[in-house]
C-alpha cells in the first residue's frame, strides 16, 4: 500500500475508497454504489459499537439490511466490514444477525426500541489475514468483551497474558503503582484479583509496545485458544446428551460444555439442513469414520435451527467460496426449503480488494486508550501482514529493523490443517507474495527461504519460547490454551492447520492438505543448497540407507515403547507376552539405534559437514554396513522369534476379550498408522531392504573401488539370513494377513487354520435379483466369501455367502448377462454372476481362481466351513441368487447386549472398497520390499509453493509428516488407483525431478532431490499403482513355497 501524504488533508471515506461519488463501503466493489435510500419512513436505529458508544443512523423502514450495515462501515470508513456484522435480540428473545438482502421493517418489529450490536461476525484462523489495523483493533475488542463476559474461557496464565496486552495498549508502558490502581478500578476477567500480581509481571514485560503492536500480539494469543470465535448453541444428541453446536472456518464443532469433542470439516460435510427442531449433518463417505452417513441434534425449536442453520450457510461461503454466491431464481408455483443465502464479498474477495487497492491512511481514535503519539506517527502505524503466519513482523513508528519487535516462528503444525485430499479447494487462505512491497518498503523476509534462516536464528535467540507465537519475553502458553484439541469420533483430534478437526486416524482416502498456514515452504534456494551436497549415486544410495533407517527405528519404538505403554502394563497382557515382546525387540531396538548413529556420522562426514572431513576418506558406507550386519547375526535368534510374538499375541487375545480391546484401541490411536501385526514383522522385511541396498551398490560399484570389496561381504551376509528366514517370513505374512482380515470380517468362524492361504480381496459387483451389487470377494485357496459393508460403528463387512472351491468352475458370461466384464463362478450349490470393474480386474479374478481351483483338486486343504451357525441356519442353497442382500440386517449377528468394538477403517479392505480395485498376495509381499522414506516437495494442482515434508512409502501408502522426528503421520494418501507419470510441458512444472500422482480430479505433483531418488520413488509408487502382468506369472512360481 501507498504511503499517506505527506501534507494533512480532509479525505471523506469515499475518496479513501477511491471512488468519490459513493459512500465509501467495504462491501461493494470500488466505482459501484450503495443501493439507493427508498422512500418512505425513515426511523432511528440505535447501534451500539465493540467500544460500547452508541450511534445514531436515520434509515427509511423499507431499506434493506444491507444498507443500515453500509451505513455502519461508512461511519467508521471500516474497509474490511466483511468480518463484521450487526447481531439484535429479536421477539423470541433469540440473538440473531440482520440479513442484509431483507427489509430492516421485516426483521426488526420494533426499530426504535431494538439496540443493534456492531460485533465480529466471522473469525479467521489467522489475525495476519486482517490487513487494515483498525480491523485488528476492532477484532481486539471483540476479545476483550469475550474474555471479559466469559465467553472466551481459558486458563489463568493466557488470561493475563492477554489482560496484560489490552492495559498495554490502554495505559502505555507499566509503571507499577499506575498499573495496579488501573487493575483495582477496572474488571477485564471474571475473577481477576487473584492474577494481579501475574498481569502485572507480564504488563512489565511488554515495555514499548504500540497500542496497534499490544492489539496484534492479543489477537496472537487468543487466536490459539480453543474457544476463540465460537459461539454455543444449545443442542441435544439421539440419546439425549445435553451438548452444544458452533460453527468455525474449518466447519461444524460439536462441544460438551467448552470442550470440543467433535468437528466436521467443510470437506467432509455433504449437506446441512433442518427439519422442525431436527438440526442434520449429512457426511460425505468416509472409511476413518464410524458414524452414519447422516448425524442428527435436536435443538430447542425450528427457529434455533433455523438460526444456526443460517450462520453455518454463511461461514461456509465466507471462508470457502472464491465468489458470493449467486441468488437462485424465483420458483414460478411453488417454493421448497429456503432461500436464504450469503450476501457479501467471501474471504478472498475481501483479501483481493484490499491488497490490490491504495487507501488513505486515516487515523480513529481508540476510546480507552490514554498512550498519545505524535500525529505524524499515528497516521503511519499500520501492522504489516506477512506471506507466513511462521514470522510475524509487528513494525514500530521508526521503521527500521532495530526498532522492530519479532515474534517467534510457529514452528508446529496445527493438525487442524489435515483435511481431505480428495477436495484440494479447501485450501483458499489468499496470503500475499513474499516478494511484494507492503506500506512502500520491501518485506524483510525477502524469499521463503531466507524466512527459513530467519526461523533458524529466532530459535537460537530465543529457545525457551518454541511456539508461542507472542513477544520473546512472554510466558509459554499452556497446553490447554495454546492449542485446541478436539475430539473426533471419541479420538482427540489434529488442530486443525488447516485443523480440519479431523485427529483421528487419516482416511484412505485423505491426503495431507496442508495449508500454507503450516506448511515448511521452499523456493529456488533449495536449488542451491542441494549443489552444495555430493551428486555420487552411491551417495544417494547411502541416503536411502539413512532415510529408511530412521523409519524402521521409530516403527520399532511404536513396539517398544508405543505397545508397552498402552498394551503391556495393563494387568490383562499375560506375563509370557511381555516378556516375549521385550526379549525380541529390546535387543533389536538398541542394536539399529546405534548403526543409525553410525549411519548419521558417516552421511555428515561424506556431506562435508564435520571438521575431520578429508576428501576421499569418507565417500564409502559399504565398511558400515559389514560391520553392523556381522553384529546382527547373533541377533538371528530374535528373528526367528517374530513368528512366537504373533502367535502369542494371537494367542493371548482369543484368551482375553479385555486384550484383544486393547489392542484394537492400540491401532486406533495415531502412531500406529499401520496394523499392529506389519510392525511386529518389520525387523524381517529390514532384512530383504539391506540386501536390495547392497545390490544397488555391489552393480553401482566398478570392481576396482574402495568400497566394493566391503559392500559384496555385506550382502553375501544378508542375502545367508534372509535365505535362512525366508520359509519362516512367507509363513508368517500369510498368517499375518489371516489375522487381519479376521478382524475386518463378521459372520466367519475359524479363518485362520492350518494350511489356509489368502490370495486375493477386491471389490466385485454381483448380480442378484436387485440387479448388481457392489460387494467385496476374498478369495484363499480352499473357498471364496463374498460380503457387503453396511452402516456400522465397527467399520466391518458382514459375509453373506461362501463358494467353496472344490468342483467349482468359471467362466465368461459378458455376453450371456449383457454385462460387461462378467463372469459366472458355478459351485457344486450354487452359482454367482459377477462384474469386474475393468477387463484387466476380470482377468486377474479370474487367472487367480482358475489356479486356485486347480491346486485344490491336488491337495487336502482345510475345511470350507468358514460361516457362523447363525448364518448358515439362515440361508438354503436356493435362494443364492434372490437373497435379501439389506444392510438394514448387518448387526443381526450380534445380540442387543454386544457392543461392537471399534476397528480401523482405513485398511487395504477399505480402500479396495472405495477405489472399486482390488490386492493379491503377491501384491502385498511387492509392497514389503518397496519400503521408501525420505523428504520430497509436495505441490498441488492449484498452488504456487512447495511444501517439504517427510514422506514414508509403505503398505500401500503414502504417509506424511513434518519431519523424520514425528511419532505419527499428519495424513495419508492410499495410491491404489492412482497414476504416476511426469508432468507434461503444458503443466508448467519447470523443475527437475517431479513426477505426478492422479486419481479422477485429484493432482499432486512431487519433486525429489536427485536422479536417483526421483527413481526410486517413481518404482516404489508404481509397484503400488499399477499391478503388472508379472505380479501373476511370480505368483505361480511362489505357489510351490506356499
Known amino acids: 500500500m501507498a504511503e ?101 421493517i421485516k426483521q426488526l418489529r420494533r426499530p426504535k426500541h431494538t439496540i443493534l450490536r456492531f460485533a465480529v461476525k466471522f473469525f479467521p484462523p489467522d489475525h495476519a489475514q486482517l490487513l487494515e489495523e483498525l480491523t485488528r483493533y476492532l477484532f481486539a475488542l471483540q476479545v476483550k468483551q469475550d474474555v471479559s463476559c466469559g465467553r472466551l474461557t481459558c486458563n489463568d496464565t493466557s488470561a493475563a497474558l492477554m489482560v496484560s496486552h489490552i492495559i498495554q495498549s490502554e495505559i502505555g508502558d507499566f509503571e507499577e503503582s499506575q498499573c495496579r490502581s488501573h487493575l483495582l478500578n477496572n474488571n477485564y476477567i471474571p475473577d481477576q484479583m487473584p492474577l494481579i ?82 438440526f442434520l449433518i449429512k457426511l460425505r463417505p468416509d472409511l476413518n469414520s464410524s458414524y452414519q452417513d447422516t448425524l442428527e441434534f435436536l435443538m430447542g425449536s425450528r427457529d434455533c435451527c433455523k438460526v444456526f442453520w443460517k450462520i453455518c450457510v454463511e461461514y461456509h461461503a465466507f471462508f470457502r467460496l472464491f465468489e458470493e454466491p449467486k441468488p437462485k431464481p424465483k420458483p414460478v408455483l411453488f417454493t421448497r426449503g429456503s432461500s436464504f443465502r450469503f450476501s457479501g464479498r467471501t474471504q478472498k474477495q475481501v483479501i483481493d480488494y484490499v491488497r490490490g487497492s491504495e487507501f488513505k491512511k486515516i487515523p480513529f481514535e481508540r476510546k480507552h486508550s490514554r498512550v498519545q503519539h505524535n500525529s505524524r506517527v499515528q497516521h503511519n502505524i499500520r501492522l504489516s501482514p506477512l506471506p507466513s503466519p511462521r514470522h510475524h513482523e509487528v513494525p514500530r513508528d521508526s521503521g527500521t529493523p532495530a526498532d522492530r519487535v519479532d515474534s517467534p516462528s510457529r514452528r508446529h503444525w496445527k493438525e487442524s490443517v489435515l483435511v481431505s485430499a480428495e477436495d484440494p479447494s479447501a485450501s483458499r487462505t489468499t496470503r500475499a507474495s513474499p516478494s511484494h512491497p507492503i506500506n512502500g518498503h520491501e518485506d524483510r523476509t525477502g524469499s521463503v527461504s531466507r524466512t527459513e534462516e530467519t526461523r533458524g536464528s529466532t530459535r537460537q535467540t530465543h529457545p525457551d519460547h518454541p511456539s508461542t507465537g507472542v513477544v520473546p519475553n512472554s510466558p509459554h502458553l499452556s497446553a490447554s490454551s495454546g492449542h485446541s484439541h478436539g475430539m ?47 551428486t555420487d549415486r552411491a551417495y544417494f544410495i547411502a541416503k536411502e540407507l539413512l532415510t529408511t533407517e530412521r523409519t524402521y527405528l521409530k516403527d520399532l519404538e511404536v513396539v517398544t515403547v508405543s505397545f508397552q505403554s498402552a498394551v503391556g502394563q495393563d494387568e490383562a497382557t499375560p506375563d509370557s507376552l511381555k516378556n516375549t515382546v521385550l526379549s525380541t525387540f529390546e535387543p533389536l531396538h538398541k542394536f539399529h539405534a546405534g548403526f543409525l548413529r553410525e549411519v548419521e556420522q558417516r552421511l555428515a562426514l561424506w556431506e562435508g ?123 508368517m505374512e500369510n498368517f499375518q494377513k489371516l489375522l487381519e482380515l479376521k478382524k475386518d470380517l463378521i459372520g466367519v468362524d475359524n479363518l485362520v487354520v492350518p494350511g489356509r492361504e489368502f490370495i486375493r480381496l477386491g471389490c466385485l459387483s454381483k448380480l442378484s435379483g436387485k440387479g448388481l451389487q457392489q460387494r467385496m470377494f476374498f478369495l484363499f485357496n480352499d473357498v471364496i466369501l463374498y460380503t457387503s459393508r453396511g452402516m456400522m460403528a465397527t467399520n466391518q463387512f458382514k459375509v453373506h455367502g461362501q463358494l467353496p472351491l472344490h468342483g467349482m468352475t468359471i467362466r465368461e458370461s459378458e455376453d450371456e448377462w449383457g454385462v460387461p466384464h462378467a463372469f ?113 516437495l509436495r505441490k498441488f494442482k492449484n498452488s504456487n509453493g512447495w511444501q517439504k515434508l517427510w514422506v514414508v512409502f509403505t503398505n500401500f501408502s503414502l504417509f506424511f509428516y513434518k519431519s523424520h522426528q514425528d511419532d505419527y503421520p499428519l495424513a495419508s494418501l492410499p495410491l491404489l488407483g492412482y497414476s504416476v507419470t511426469i508432468p507434461s510441458e503444458s503443466e508448467n512444472i519447470h523443475k527437475e525431478y517431479v513426477f505426478k500422482l492422479h486419481f479422477k480430479s485429484h493432482v499432486y505433483y512431487f519433486r525429489s532431490e536427485s536422479e536417483y531418488t526421483f527413481e526410486r520413488w517413481m518404482e516404489v509408487i508404481r509397484s503400488a499403482t499399477v499391478s503388472s502382468s508379472g505380479a501373476r506369472v511370480r505368483n505361480c512360481k511362489e505357489s510351490h513355497l506356499h
Open 4 to 104: 499517506p501524504d505527506p501534507e494533512p488533508m480532509a479525505s471523506a471515506a469515499g475518496q479513501r475508497l477511491g471512488a468519490p461519488e459513493t459512500l465509501g463501503i467495504s462491501t461493494l466493489d470500488p466505482g459501484h454504489k450503495p443501493p439507493a435510500m427508498p422512500p418512505g419512513r425513515h426511523v432511528t436505529i440505535r447501534v451500539r459499537m465493540l467500544d460500547d458508544t452508541e450511534e445514531l443512523f436515520d434509515i427509511s423502514q423499507k431499506a434493506s439490511g444491507k444498507v443500515l450495515f453500509d451505513l455502519v462501515c461508512s461511519h467508521m470508513n471500516l474497509i474490511e466490514g466483511d468480518y463484521f456484522g450487526l447481531e439484535f435480540q429479536n421477539h423470541q428473545k433469540m440473538m440473531v444477525w440482520l440479513d442484509h438482502i431483507k427489509p430492516i
Open 488 to 534: 473426533v469420533n471419541g479420538q482427540k483430534s489434529l488442530e486443525l492447520c488447516g485443523h480440519s478437526p479431523d485427529g483421528r486416524l487419516p482416511s484412505p482416502l485423505t491426503s495431507p492438505l496442508l495449508n500454507d498456514a503450516g506448511s515448511i515452504r521452499t523456493d529456488d534456494e533449495d536449488d542451491v543448497r542441494r549443489k552444495r551436497f555430493p
Open 824 to 936: 459366472t463362478l458355478v459351485g457344486q450349490q450354487q452359482s454367482v454372476v459377477v462384474a469386474a470393474s475393468s477387463l484387466m480386474e476380470m482377468e486377474k479374478w479370474m487367472d487367480d481362481i482358475q489356479g486356485a481351483i486347480e491346486t485344490v483338486k491336488t491337495s487336502n486343504g482345510p475345511s470350507s466351513d468358514l460361516l457362523t451357525s447363525s448364518l448358515i441356519d439362515n440361508k438354503c442353497p436356493e435362494d443364492s441368487l434372490v437373497e435379501a442382500e439389506s444392510e438394514d440386517d448387518i448387526t443381526a449377528s450380534l445380540t442387543s447386549l454386544e457392543r461392537p468394538s471399534p476397528h480401523r477403517g482405513n485398511t487395504m479392505v477399505h480402500v479396495c472398497w472405495h477405489r472399486n480395485t482390488s490386492v493379491s498376495m503377491v501384491d502385498f509381499s511387492v509392497a514389503v520390499e518397496n519400503q521408501l522414506s525420505g523428504n520430497l
Open 609 to 731: 559437514r564435520s571438521n575431520a572431513h578429508i576428501k576421499g576418506e569418507y565417500h564409502r558406507i559399504g565398511d558400515v554396513m559389514l560391520k553392523n550386519l556381522q553384529g546382527l547375526k547373533p541377533l538371528t535368534a530374535n528373528l526367528h522369534k517374530q513368528s512366537e510374538v504373533l502367535l502369542e499375541l494371537e494367542k493371548a487375545c482369543r484368551a482375553s476379550r479385555r486384550l484383544e480391546g486393547l489392542c484394537r484401541e492400540f491401532e486406533l490411536q495415531k502412531v500406529c498408522y499401520v496394523p499392529l501385526n506389519v510392525f511386529i514383522l518389520r525387523p524381517l522385511h529390514r532384512l530383504s531392504h539391506y540386501k536390495q541396498i547392497l545390490e544397488r551398490l555391489c552393480k553401482h560399484y566398478p570392481a576396482t573401488h574402495g568400497d566394493f570389496r566391503d559392500c559384496r561381504a555385506a550382502l553375501a551376509d544378508v542375502s545367508e539370513m534372509v535365505e535362512q528366514l525366508q520359509g519362516s517370513l512367507i509363513k
Open 197 to 278: 500480581d501475574k498481569i502485572m509481571e507480564f504488563h512489565s514485560k511488554n515495555i514499548g509496545q504500540t497500542p496497534a503492536e499490544s492489539d496484534y500480539q492479543l489477537l496472537e494469543v487468543a487466536r490459539r485458544l480453543e474457544m476463540y470465535g465460537i459461539r454455543l448453541h444449545p443442542a441435544k444428541d439421539r440419546e439425549g446428551t445435553r451438548l452444544s453446536l458452533a460453527v468455525g472456518h474449518t466447519g461444524v464443532l460439536v462441544l460438551q460444555g467448552h470442550t470440543k469433542i467433535n468437528a466436521f470439516n467443510w470437506s467432509k460435510v455433504r449437506k446441512l439442513s433442518f427439519k422442525r427442531k431436527r
